[in-house]
């Protein structure tokens, strides 16, 4: 009777641990989904900086080794993270080893939603493309941790990018406040526009000078066209202006209407209100002057059915008289031939230019809540956003795969440039940044080798053009994003035939309040307050 009485006391202990144990497990769960992982992450944090093992300054970032798992999405041009150059010396300077897993581009979003539905996750999604709606799910409900607090304490190089263009944080801010997961900045003007390039050797054969206005654009376009510019006595095989697509046509030139591209959309952010333009009085204007250059047989006409590579052909030919790209490597051959002008001055007096936002590719980097590490996980990030980091992220080690040229810049060796694989492939097995969607800091000094300085000096045209401020696309919740899907779907399809067929002649101006009316009815309003909304919440 007594040992019975012992057993049961004994199994009576027993149940009464597991259950505590099982209860404490759940509580800290449960904590986590609420939205409690800051605290979380800051206790972690506080933890580990009375630790003497971690170092929040300097290197190494952690005085015993420890080891990160990365999930990792592999573009063509990569070879495997592990055994990338830049990634094996950083791990020397660091003390911290990586177990990569790299999941080629092929196939990789599958990968990557079996990994949160099974929820086994890794310590870090990088180079992930970890979508706004994704981020604010995986956010909400834990399992990407909110990394505000963790950039402020231990990020100092991210932190004061965020200070120098706080228009970063609107487009990666969820509605809840945090920050689950962060995009490449681009520091480099260069590489958020696309250039205007006018034909100079066209310009010299008919006497002519740079236009300034759309009314001299379209004269020096005329000519181009009417009096054999390239003087080979065949009047008919010039194009006086060729573009990639409509989206490109309608963004080419609209800042001189003054109408650009913010939030992702086709929006202006003037004092604080957010005005969606298209059906503004401007955007007729402006739609009536791409329909001149059309009728007239200024602008290409297969414009709107050409295929990407058929636009690529024409300026690689050097056939066309103006259009508008990102760099000048399309067109090499030719590229003595054509020079970076400023946009020109509309019929309202605005000259501005489109421009991407600071902050591109978004999800490129989040932190999961496996992860025993953040704070030696965000410095392990935050090198790369430097100006020593960042070339090094780029560029390598220097006298192995670059060295610096007579101004002071990077570039790569002969070796790499001349090597058969061709240069992305060859950069790719030392630096994962060729193939796109990497946490990098793109800026003037590391940038020698994507910008030449043909390209700079014709961005130098376009800078004083450029918006103070460019907002990238806002971070929607999943109740809000749908309701925006299902708004833009009938809008910009109708939208987008509709400014097709008013540039084409399809549709007679006649028929704009018709488009109005059509565009008010199908919510337009709505749209733009909603966008308002999510602009509004960046400024709280």
Known sequence: MKKSTKALLLLLVMILLVSTFVACSNSGKEDVGKGNVNEVVTNVAEEDQENPKFNAADFPI???????????RKAPPNGPYAEMLVFKEYEKMTNMKI???????????????????????PDVLYKSGITQLEAVRYGSNGMLIPLEQLIEQYAPNIQSLFEKYPEILSSITAPDGHIYALPAIMDLEAARTNKFWINTSWLANLNLQVPTTSDELINVLRAFKEKDANGNGDPKDEIPMIQWDLPNVI????????????MGYNLNVENDKVDIWMTDDRYKQYLMFLNQLYTEDLLDKTVFTQKPSEFVGK???????????????PFTNHKDSYMGIAPVVGPNGDQLT?????ARDFGTFAITSNNQHPEATIRWLDHFFSEEGSIFFRYGIEGETFNYNGDGLPEYTDEILKDERGIGVTIGQFSPWPGGGSPQYVTLKNASAINPPEVQEAQDKLTPYMPKS?????????????????????????????????ITGSISFDKWDEYVSTMESMNIDQLEKIYQEAYDLTKQ
């Open 470 to 502: 460019v907002y990238g696309a806002p971070v929607f919740d999943e109740n809000t994003a749908k309701e925006v899907d299902t708004l833009r779907q009938d809008i910009d399809t109708y939208y987008t035939e509709s400014s097709a067929k008013f």
């Open 99 to 121: 177990e990569w897993e790299d999941v080629p581009s092929e196939g990789f979003q599958e990968r990557k939603n079996l990994l949160f539905a099974s929820n086994e996750l």
């Open 62 to 72: 952690v005085n015993e080794p420890i080891t990160l798992k990365i999930f990792a």
């Open 251 to 262: 963004s080419s030139m609209s800042g001189s209407w003054g109408l650009l591209n913010q």
């Open 354 to 358: 489109n421009a991407q936002p600071i």
């Open 315 to 329: 300026m690689a030919a050097g056939i066309a008289g103006t259009f508008h790209n990102q760099a000048n490597d």
